[in-house]
């Protein structure tokens, strides 16, 4: 086996693990389909085919499979010409070398994925708070108590500058309607409207329910007594209340 094709073989293992990979983390997707492509293409052209067998890297992993499984298995027609020169290392050499380099991309992939979970995770947890924060000082502001219309805020509710929450608290607002990409927001009164501190209850959800392989934590509290924990969260603290099984 020539030198181009150990080296193409390689690049496509790199990315056909990254193309599973982008199944939990979608940034990995562009990086395997650039893999995939090339290595096919050149995999291809080391046995006298056409690069277009590159174009099933468009659909990693699973087009790369078929692609490298076809190449493999399908009579030679034209074999490689190209011998490895003789003042260059080792086929074997640079087949190791390749190799550390694919097992160091394989190990590298998982702890990023989790580091993305956790991040946007935390991302959550700060939308939440600042939620929290807002609908708090929105409510006293306008001098509501518990049961009043106002909670939670209208987006297009004037307060008493003449303003409406959703032109005064934009990014919050916006969450409160839609979410952000990953997670659904809720807020509940923990009945302290009116008779104590005001400390509403922030629930963040993930939009793909408790196995969302997207994220770390499925259910993000803020404010009150956590669902599962107990945990006091007054003052707007939070809390990650569910994990992601599949994490």
């Keep these: 086996m020539t030198r181009r094709k150990v080296t193409s073989l390689n690049v ?17 997707g562009g990086f395997a389909v650039i893999f995939s492509i090339l290595g096919l293409a050149s995999y291809a052209g080391a046995k006298g085919r056409s690069a277009a067998w590159g174009l099933l890297g468009l659909l990693p ?41 694919f097992m160091y991309v394989s190990s590298a992939v998982p702890p990023y994925i989790k580091y993305k979970k956790r991040s946007r995770t935390a991302d959550a947890s ?18 509501k ?17 003449g303003k409406p929450f959703r032109e005064r608290h934009p990014s919050e607002s916006g969450w409160m309607v839609d979410g952000d990409r990953y ?24 939009k793909e329910g408790p196995d969302d392989s997207r994220v770390y934590g ?20 939070s809390n990650v209340e569910d994990v992601s099984s599949s994490y």
């Design 183 to 206: 997670y659904r927001y809720s807020i509940f009164n923990d009945g302290s409207f009116g008779s104590g501190p005001q400390n509403p209850v922030v629930v963040a959800e993930s």
């Design 12 to 28: 496509v293992g790199i990315g056909i693990v990254l193309g599973f990979a982008a199944m939990d983390a979608w940034e990995a």
């Design 218 to 237: 499925a259910i993000v509290q803020t404010g009150g007594k956590g669902r599962k924990s107990g945990q006091d969260l007054s003052g707007c603290k």
């Design 126 to 143: 700060t939308h939440a708070q600042m939620i929290c924060k807002t609908v708090a000082s929105w409510i006293s502001a306008q001098g």
């Design 61 to 101: 992993p699973y087009g790369t499979l078929v692609g490298l499984g076809l190449l493999l298995w399908l009579p030679d027609v034209i074999r490689a010409t190209t011998p490895p020169a003789r003042s260059r290392a080792p086929l074997w050499v640079s087949g190791l070398v390749l190799f550390i380099m």
């Design 145 to 161: 108590t518990e049961g009043s219309p106002s909670f939670p805020p209208d987006p297009y509710q004037v307060g008493h500058d």
